[in-house]
């Protein structure tokens, strides 16, 4: 299965960043730093694995989807295609290990990834300037921090 992409205006993108949960105190500049791309859902399937495309088209120079939302840490098959007519390559996260992926024009490659904790993991294809124009991306792992990783400190006041 493929991650449902979401192409969208303004008003329907801060919606959905809205309800994701990602527009809240300290997690809004996600959205003003990738504020051109789409937003895409992993699937999970039976075994409990999470799958995802994410895919760079034809003269576009951006991720697609650019935010990837993962409902939970865990495994995730994420695959990438590159439509376009230049190289690029995709540096990735994960846990003890970061992936490397060369793709050459109009390729595909394949990464499993453990990402195991809530947060935002960015990722880029570190070619050329090609972070600089816009290939960058992230992954937002969705759901709490365990209790024993949480720092011992009293609440903090807020503005």
Known sequence: MEVESVTSTAQERSA???KLGLDAQNKGPLGHVLGTGNIGQATERGDGRMEATIRINEDELTWDPQILVLPHGGDL??????????????????????KFIWLVNHSRG????????????????????????GLTGAIVVLGDVPPEAKLDRPDQPRP
């Open 110 to 133: 394949r990464a499993m990834l453990n990402l195991d904790g809530p947060g935002y993991y960015w990722f880029s294809s570190p070619t050329g300037n090609d972070e600089g124009r």
């Open 16 to 18: 959905l960043l809205s």
């Open 77 to 98: 098959e994420l695959t990438l295609i590159n439509d376009d007519r230049n190289t690029h390559c995709a540096l990735l996260p994960s846990n003890g290990d970061r």
